[in-house]
């Protein structure tokens, strides 16, 4: 069964710390590992990771894949209370006539001034 | 409008009544899907539309649920004899791909479902 687990569950940190998210996945016909960012609403899209070793930056947020050790980190430096969200970790599985997203429960992060 | 519209964004249902709720995915969006968010849980993947045809619904939880999307555009979600484990946010999500799949898919705000 395809299953996406993420730690920890939750996280309150300080203004100005670095936080490390955790996400590791077995996903039957896996093409990609996603991260998305939910703010009470809509989830929005960060990072899609294909190749294993290969950073992806945007602004104070990087992430990176081990496809042999089945898992990926999500890193926030400098934090705001502004990146307080749940962060969702979803496998992307192709296959047949299907692609569908299986995501994990979340971290839930605060971030406090 | 320019994102995924989805309403209504909040239900309240009796136990045993019928709901529908409706996606109204980015105009030219080949793939709509629908998730189930329970509260403190991470979406969970219902079905998946690529124009009108529905090639996967192996996630819906009973077959009291049915989703259509006769046009390959706006898509409905029903729910029949609507039970309390029913309650959560229906996310529809877009995406303008099918195969070569880019990961950015595009979510509505959700319709929250209270099943009393």
């Known amino acids: 069964e395809d299953k996406v687990v993420q730690s920890p569950l939750s996280l309150v940190v300080h203004e100005g710390d670095t936080v490390t998210l955790n996400c590791s996945y077995e996903v039957t016909n896996f093409r990609s590992l996603l991260w998305y960012k939910q703010e009470k609403k809509a989830p929005t899209f960060l990072f899609m990771l294909?190749?294993?070793?290969i950073e992806k930056k945007s602004g104070r947020l990087s992430s990176i894949l081990d496809k042999k050790e089945l898992f990926s980190i999500l890193n926030i430096t400098a934090t705001q209370t502004g990146d307080s969200a749940v962060y969702l970790c979803?496998?992307?599985?192709?296959?047949?006539?299907?692609?569908?997203?299986?995501f994990g429960t979340g971290t839930l992060l605060a971030v406090q001034p | 409008g320019a994102g995924v519209s989805q309403s209504p964004r909040y239900k309240v249902a009796k136990r045993g009544q019928d709901v529908a709720l409706r996606c109204d995915p980015i105009?030219?969006?080949?793939?709509l899907f629908w998730y189930q968010q329970a509260l403190g849980q991470g979406p969970e993947f219902l079905t998946y539309f690529q124009n009108e045809a529905q090639l996967d619904k192996s996630g819906l939880p009973s077959d009291r649920f049915f989703a259509e999307r006769p046009e390959g555009s706006v898509s409905t979600l029903k729910i029949q004899r609507t039970q309390q484990e029913d309650s959560a946010v229906y996310l529809c999500?877009?995406?303008?791909?099918?195969?070569?799949?880019?990961?950015?898919?595009?979510f509505g705000e959700g319709s929250r479902l209270t099943v009393l």
């Open positions: 294909t190749s294993s070793g």
């Open positions: 999500a877009s995406s303008p791909w099918t195969e070569a799949y880019t990961g950015e898919l595009f």
């Open positions: 979803a496998g992307l599985s192709v296959g047949g006539a299907t692609n569908k997203l299986i």
């Open positions: 105009s030219g969006h080949v793939s």
